[in-house]
């Protein structure tokens, strides 16, 4: 079946330090992919997609692209933030109303 | 305007009792479903209705009973609770198509003593 593999955390960065979480996916097909970001407390909320290979999704900061060649979709960014501190999901869209989710990765940023 | 809201925000309850959470949804979506969360943060869908219809049931034991009275809410009735029931459970929504953002609620912490 469809899964989703990512990297272990948690990930500890300082401040202003590029930042990289691997994702990798097993589907048939070329699913929709998607990052989701979880802040303490609080339920999941998009980061960003991409819907075919090649597709680069971004938003604030944050980069991934779709590369069907090696099914990956890493989530990359510049320069991290205390406030970009949080669980970082890397999920597919599998089918049939179904989505499945990457186990998360804690991303610690010190300041 | 809170998009999906989930009631309460935290349950705790005896094992053997029976308790329900609720879900609405303002953003006029036509699927909806159940996610299970354990402390190790592992995200597993539980059921997607769309238009009031169950989709996906995955392997949930049935003492889960979701329930559907309108396209706008999915509530989640839990029979008998084990401890093992203990995790956070989202709600989320989306319109339904392949590429489609699922919006999340501030999940329920359930907590079987």
């Known amino acids: 079946g469809d899964s989703v593999t990512q990297m272990e955390g948690p990930v500890t960065l300082s401040e202003e330090a590029f930042l990289t979480i691997n994702c990798t996916y097993t589907?048939?097909?070329?699913?929709?992919l998607f990052w989701y970001v979880q802040y303490p407390g609080e339920g999941l909320q998009l980061l960003l997609k991409?819907?075919?290979?090649?597709d680069k999704g971004s938003n604030k900061g944050f980069e991934a692209t779709y590369r069907k060649e090696t099914t990956s979709f890493h989530l990359e960014k510049g320069s991290v933030q205390v406030s970009d501190s949080a669980v970082y999901f890397c999920?597919?869209?599998?089918?049939?109303?179904?989505?499945?989710f990457g186990t998360g990765t804690r991303l610690k940023v010190l300041a | 305007d809170t998009a999906v809201s989930q009631t309460p925000k935290y349950l705790v309850t005896q094992m053997g009792n029976d308790k329900s959470i609720k879900c609405e949804q303002n953003?006029?979506?036509?699927?909806m479903y159940w996610y299970k969360q354990d402390s190790k943060k592992f995200l597993k869908i539980m059921f997607s209705?769309?238009?009031?219809?169950?989709?996906i049931n995955e392997t949930v034991p049935n003492r889960f009973s979701p329930k559907s009275p309108d396209k706008a809410h999915l509530n989640l009735h839990i029979n008998s609770l084990e401890l093992g029931d203990s995790a956070v459970y989202f709600c989320?929504?989306?319109?339904?198509?392949?590429?489609?953002?699922?919006?999340f609620g501030p999940g329920t912490r359930l907590t079987v003593l």
């Open positions: 989320a929504s989306s319109r339904g198509t392949s590429a489609d953002t699922q919006y």
């Open positions: 589907a048939t097909g070329y699913p929709s």
């Open positions: 991409a819907t075919k290979a090649d």
């Open positions: 999920a597919l869209y599998s089918g049939t109303y179904k989505y499945i």
């Open positions: 953003l006029g979506h036509d699927t």
């Open positions: 209705y769309n238009n009031k219809e169950l989709i």
